[in-house]
């Protein structure tokens, strides 16, 4: 472990360690002063928000690393599973054609006008019948 871990890590366990007896020290003083059943819905209601503020710094997080939802990327690649799934369908040959030479996975909806990656989107074509469809 490097030095300026372990000093961060000692950091955060003193941080951790006077919070929790500062709140040690409220809750025995809120105890003595207000009823049992108050202070433990105050308990609650604090882990309550902690839990709240906990899952929306995680949100911030992802969104931070991926982007929102809407606009992540979407992969051109065909899964391997997919691949598999249209090979079996196709019967190893190219669909237009019956070839066994040269097969390509054809997006049936191009992928540049949205077409998906679902096996339902995906053929199996021979290279003159792939090469032949994009010339159309
Ligand atoms: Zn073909």
């Not at 105890?31 to 503020?53: D, E, K, Y």
């Not at 996975?105 to 090469?131: A, E, K, M, W």
């Amino acid at each position: 472990m490097k030095a300026d871990t372990a000093n961060k890590l000692i950091g955060w366990m003193l941080i951790v360690l006077c919070v929790g007896a500062v709140a040690y020290a409220v809750i025995l003083w809120l105890f003595a002063t207000l009823p049992a059943w108050l202070v433990w819905v105050l308990i609650g209601f604090a882990v309550l928000v902690a839990i709240g503020t906990a899952m929306a710094a995680a949100e911030e997080y992802v969104t931070k690393q991926l982007g929102p939802l809407e606009t992540r990327p979407r992969s051109r690649y065909i899964p391997n599973d997919v691949k598999a799934e249209a090979m079996r369908r196709d019967g190893g040959r190219c669909r237009k054609c019956g070839s066994t030479k040269e097969l390509h996975f054809d997006h049936i909806i191009p992928y540049s006008r949205g077409g998906t990656n679902d096996v339902g989107n995906i053929q199996v074509l021979c290279g003159r019948c792939n090469r032949r469809k994009s010339n159309r």
